[in-house]
Each structure stands twice: as C-alpha cells, then as structure tokens.
C-alpha cells in the first residue's frame, strides 16, 4: 500500500502561483498512475490532471490546460502540480489519488483511483 502526502498549499491572491507536491512513502510511485482533484466549498470532487508512471502523458481538462501542468520526479518518489495564474475559482482542497499504472489509459473519475492523500488547502482571494 502507498500513503500519500500533499503539500504546498496556502493563500494567494489571483494571479499567484502555487507548487503543489505529492509525496510518496511505503512504496515508490514509479509504478502508479498518478492523479489530482480537487473539491471546492459545496461543491463535488473534480478532476484536475493525472500523469503516467513513465512522465510521458499527462492530461488536464481544457478548462485548466495552459495554468496548470503536471509533472513528476520519480527519482525524489514525487508528483508536481504548478498552478499559475490562480483565480478565485481554483479555492478548494486539492488531493493526489494513486491506481497501478494502465498502459495508454487514464481516468478523471475519482472512483478509478485506489489511494488517496489527505488533500492541502489552496486559497485565491480577489
């Protein structure tokens, strides 16, 4: 079993930029598929952007392509999330989600996913 750690969450006005990071302890993350949603105030969990095992497919919704980009190291057993240009629309808690990785398939549906972190706050005020 895999236990996840977000962190790099935190205030910021709009405009501002945030790194979040997804660590891994118990197993290395180079044999997951790699996930991060998020869930606002009132609001369902939504699908962020997801990363294969390798680092060499990653996939966002349109609405987030161009701000936010997915990476990871797995060398430092992590999973980046670079947010620029943070609206106040993109409050919420934010969670990595971890599944054994699928050749050339990924999911933007929270059940896909089989190990979740503790989510880490992100705040954008206007």
């Known amino acids: 079993q895999v236990q996840l750690v977000e962190s790099g969450g935190g205030s910021v006005q709009t405009g501002g930029s945030l790194r979040l990071s997804c660590a891994a302890s118990?197993?290395?993350?180079?044999?997951?598929?790699i996930g991060w949603f998020r869930q606002g105030p009132g609001k369902e969990r939504e699908f962020v952007a997801a990363?294969?095992?390798?680092?060499?497919?990653?996939y966002l919704p349109d609405f987030l392509r161009g701000r936010f980009t997915i990476s990871r190291n797995n060398a430092e057993n992590t999973v980046y999330l670079q947010m620029n240009s943070l609206k106040p629309e993109d409050t919420a808690v934010y969670y990595c989600a971890a599944v054994q990785s699928s050749p050339d398939y990924y999911s933007d549906s929270a059940a896909y996913y089989e190990y979740w972190g503790q989510g880490t706050q992100v705040t954008v005020s206007s």
């Open positions: 118990g197993r290395t993350l180079s044999s997951y598929d």
């Open positions: 990363i294969h095992l390798s680092g060499g497919n990653t």
